[in-house]
């Protein structure tokens, strides 16, 4: 069974209109939300930017069944002891809807990283960090104390204060479609997140399913999603990709809804992908 969530972005909208398109949302039947994690906006950059963890957990009080996550985290920003923490606060907060989302950092960040005085890292040395930060996360979250010798990161008994409320952990979703990060999917996550062509997904796809087997993982150990644009779409189109992308393996679709932000463009998300009673129950 596939199930559809909604991918939201911060630049230009208040935490109340988020709020009231996230409550919509779920009063639809959309199974998740999610945000993205930018220190200012990837297009028109003077437009004010909510930060993302900050938000989703005001977002988890404002709403009560949908699962809720930040699409993907860039963890660039924030050292993942510190992340972790984050995280597994929104979890509580949420009691337990938090899927954690992940990745390597978008090359179209790099010039906040210059902004803010962040490392900005190579590309192959931030894929480096990506694996060994699910490392720390998953050990944090689950270990009594934690001590981890990696190349990026040193923890020396790092004793967690809190536990996540879903257990073992709340599950680990990576973005991402080149070879490395599937790699490191394969090793470390619960859900793959992509972002690209339609075409492209059941070639990423194939790859990834072949890497799982070499690392010993079943093929529903881990779910397949991928996030997609509505806008400009006609119904037959948007589902043709949704068949595509189901095809292909998919088991989980996030529609992105575009600013201006309206409680009429998720009830238009619904009717596009539930059929034409725009509810799915």
Known sequence: MVTFGIKTSQPGATFEELADLWTAAEQVGFTSAWIYDHLTAL?????????????????????QNIRLGVLVTDNSLRHPALLAR????????????????LGAGNPRSEADYRAYGITASPIGERVG?????C??????????????????????????????????RPPIWIGGSGDRVLRIVARNADGWNYTGPVERFAERATYLRSVMERYGREPDEITFSAQFFLRGKPTDQIRAE???YTRAGAKSLLAIIETPYSTAAVEYAARALFGSSGRRD
């Open 129 to 133: 960090k990506l694996d060994e930060a």
């Open 242 to 244: 949704v068949d595509a």
């Open 86 to 101: 984050e995280a597994v606060t929104v979890d509580h907060i949420s009691h337990g809807r938090l899927d954690f989302g």
């Open 43 to 63: 297009g028109d950059t003077t437009e004010p930017t909510l930060e993302a963890w900050t938000l989703l957990s005001a977002l988890a009080v404002r709403t």
């Open 135 to 168: 490392q720390v996360i998953n050990a944090l979250w689950t270990q009594e104390s934690v001590t981890f010798a990696g190349k990026y990161y040193q923890l020396d008994d790092a004793r967690p204060a809190i536990r996540p409320v879903q257990r073992p």
